[in-house]
């Protein structure tokens, strides 16, 4: 515990020598870990997005005006038994027209004389079916049915959501390792400064029996600090951001709190490595 408190006197030492530079390491830092952690939500919420997309998608089976009822109930037997499909609701030309009334209002239907609406299967699809060519494949086939007129869906939105999300991790992913790169080149930095300032104390603690080990725990906990301090703060700004964006534009999820751990860890640990760094490199103790 004494060992302890003496490197935390150190490093407060170290930061009351010159706090400017402490400070403004974590605010760079802030910055850094703020930039990463905005493209993170970014891709949790587009991830999400996705998912919810993929569970609300449906579609539409157009069926020719000459099926019977026999053939109907056949084809939604071989609909619900397709492992991609989780639902077959069949669509009366009567509930066809009143949705269309509800969606675009009465004047859009007041001029028909007859129902030209067709009578249909809503079809309610499992979120696996987007993975490689399965959707594309099951739209074929739904196609080919005798009892089918046309089948309507929207086979593009997906597949571009699915691009979007990927460029947007491919560019979170970049983005997180040059933060990293640049938040340890800072605190690296910063205890470099730190060790140059104090070079001379360095050598009187060795001649007084000083382990290096001693000598350095200070500047590794301060290094590990700067990159906690910074790390948290983006998270918070983060935190209040997203509780105003979500009250006043939309809703948006936040990281879990796992997520969130991991994140601060990070930041400490990046701190730490480049405090390693500086000391293996500027402190030849």
């Known amino acids: 515990m004494r060992y302890f408190f003496l490197i935390l006197r150190e ?25 990463a952690g905005s493209f993170a939500l970014i891709i949790k919420n587009t991830s999400l997005a996705l998912d919810q997309f993929k569970a609300e998608a449906a579609i539409e089976i157009y069926l020719k005006s000459d099926t019977d009822s026999l053939a109907m109930e056949n084809l939604k037997d071989i609909l619900v038994a397709n492992k991609y499909i989780l639902n077959a609701k069949y669509i009366s030309k009567e509930t066809a027209l009143y949705r269309l009334r509800e969606t675009f209002g009465p004047e859009m239907v007041a001029g ?8 249909s ?10 993975e490689g060519n399965n959707f ?18 929207v ?21 997180g390792f040059l933060v990293a790169l640049a938040t340890g080149f800072i605190i690296g930095n910063t205890i470099h400064v730190k060790i140059v300032e104090r070079r001379q104390t360095f050598y ?18 301060l290094g590990s600090l700067i990159g906690f301090l910074g790390s948290g703060l983006s998270l918070l700004c983060l935190k209040l ?33 480049g405090s390693h760094l500086a000391l293996k490199r500027f402190l030849k103790i």
């Open 121 to 130: 299967f809503e079809i309610t699809l499992d979120p696996d079916v987007y």
């Open 112 to 119: 028909l004389k007859t129902n030209p609406l067709p009578e």
């Open 241 to 273: 951001g997203q509780i105003y964006f979500s009250s006043f534009v939309h809703s948006i999820v936040f990281l879990s709190n796992i997520e969130t751990v991991c994140f601060i860890i990070a930041g400490g640990l990046i701190g730490f490595i």
């Open 11 to 35: 490093a407060g030492r170290a930061v009351l020598y010159r706090p400017g530079s402490f400070l403004g390491s974590i605010l760079t830092v802030f910055l850094a870990t703020l930039m």
């Open 136 to 153: 594309e494949v099951l739209v074929d086939s739904l196609s080919k049915f005798p009892e089918v007129d046309d089948v309507g869906y």
């Open 204 to 221: 009187v603690m060795r001649l007084v029996g000083a382990s290096a080990g001693f000598i350095r725990s200070p500047y590794l906990f």
């Open 155 to 175: 086979p593009t939105v997906v597949s571009r959501l699915k691009i979007l999300f990927r460029l947007f991790t491919a560019l979170g992913l970049a983005l």
